[in-house]
């Protein structure tokens, strides 16, 4: 027990280590994705973090399996360099009892990929897609900021406001509208700019801006004529009465609704998911005897061997997916021919280090005596 423990705690200890390492590094390439996104006034400051919670179940699916499977080629490289295993050997603990110790952290980490893979996942990318809905249904004065040129959600204008008051007063606004005629042609240009504007909302949804106190400038661009036009008041659409609904994808839909559609997309859309899990156990099988080292090489002399495993693995699955999604893969193949055939190399791998293992007990052995 005393063995079994101190075995799982290396490798917990080091597969929590390179995890924070790695999901700190994707979350900030993440983090400054969605701070652009919100710098160019595709989504509101205050909804940056919002979106950054919805990335991270997606986040955690690969990140998981790839930090246990480089904290096993970390923790048992070093029990290896240091000839803390040899002795382990020596004294009647066998390869296939480090295996058994491992697929205990592998299943543990198997089921808490499979719970964000199969479940957390799909969930997020709906409320993904609700708060998007939502938010092109708050397109008015809430997607509005001062000091920038945006458009209106319509693409019919351009706004430029000034500032916005504490209770919501537009100040100094400016307007350029490109209408087109029934041919997609402009043949009108219209700038507009108000000391002040607020954006109401009608009960059916609808949102227009009204400016206040103003001057409007339009000119013909068949004839270049020009006009202007002052006005007290001047009202324009900003938002149409309806939303469209986003069309859901099938990262959205959940698990098990998706495993009753018959359509290969959605076949390959839940072999995928179920991947990631299979995807821990069966790196743990390739992990284990690809950290046996030589005290004389280092912990880290096979972890350019490994980690291009792990990428041929990963890209072959992609490859695999994309296919399915093109119909050129059946569903009753679809992934499973790759992880049979990396189950089998992990297999393989494993009876080598056996053999590997039992002589390095016996020259171990040899030299006690």
Not at 5 to 28: C, D, P
Not at 186 to 202: H, M, P, R, S, T
Not at 220 to 236: C, G, I, K, V, W
Request: proline residues 4%.
């Amino acid at each position: 027990m005393i063995i079994f423990r101190y075995l799982l705690n290396e490798v917990g200890r080091t597969q929590l280590g390179v995890f924070l390492v790695l999901m700190t590094i994707f979350i900030s390439q993440k983090f400054v994705r969605i701070l652009g996104d919100a710098s160019d006034g595709d989504i509101p400051g205050q909804m940056v973090l919002t979106f950054m919670g919805l990335t991270i179940p997606h986040l955690m699916g690969v990140m998981l399996p790839l930090s246990l499977y480089l904290g096993i080629l970390l923790a048992y490289g070093r029990v290896y360099a240091e000839n803390e295993m040899s002795v382990l050997h020596a004294c009647g603990v066998s390869e296939w009892y480090v295996v058994r110790v491992t697929m205990v952290a592998a299943v543990i980490t198997a089921i808490i990929t499979g719970a964000f893979t199969l479940y957390l996942a799909p969930l997020a990318t709906e409320t993904e897609y609700q708060v998007k809905e939502q938010l092109s249904k708050d397109v008015g004065l809430s997607a509005l900021a001062a000091g920038r040129f945006q458009k209106t959600s319509n693409d019919e204008a351009v706004v430029f406001i000034q500032n916005i008051s504490d209770d919501n007063q537009l100040e100094k606004v400016f307007v350029a509208q490109l209408p087109k005629d029934d041919s997609g042609k402009q043949d009108l240009v219209n700038v507009i700019y108000a000391q002040k504007g607020k954006v109401i909302e009608d009960d059916k949804g609808a949102q227009r801006l009204v400016l206040e106190m103003g001057s409007r400038y339009e000119k013909n661009n068949l004839n270049d004529e020009f006009q202007t036009l002052s006005f007290a008041s001047y009202e324009m659409q900003i938002k149409e009465q309806k939303v469209a609904e986003r069309r859901r994808k099938l990262t959205a839909i959940p698990t098990l609704q998706l495993m009753q559609d018959p359509s290969h997309e959605a076949a390959a859309e839940v072999q995928w998911r179920m991947a990631f899990p299979i995807l821990v156990l069966v790196l743990t099988l390739i992990a284990v005897p690809l950290s046996v080292v030589n005290p004389r090489q280092g912990k880290f002399a096979k972890m350019f061997p490994a980690l291009l495993m792990f990428l041929v693995y990963y890209l072959l699955l992609t490859s695999a997916r994309s296919a399915m999604d093109d119909g050129k893969i059946a569903p009753q193949v679809g992934l499973w021919p790759i992880h049979l055939t990396a189950l089998f190399l992990g297999w393989s791998l494993l009876l080598k280090s056996r053999g590997s293992g039992k002589k390095l007990k016996a020259k171990f052995g040899r030299s006690k005596s």
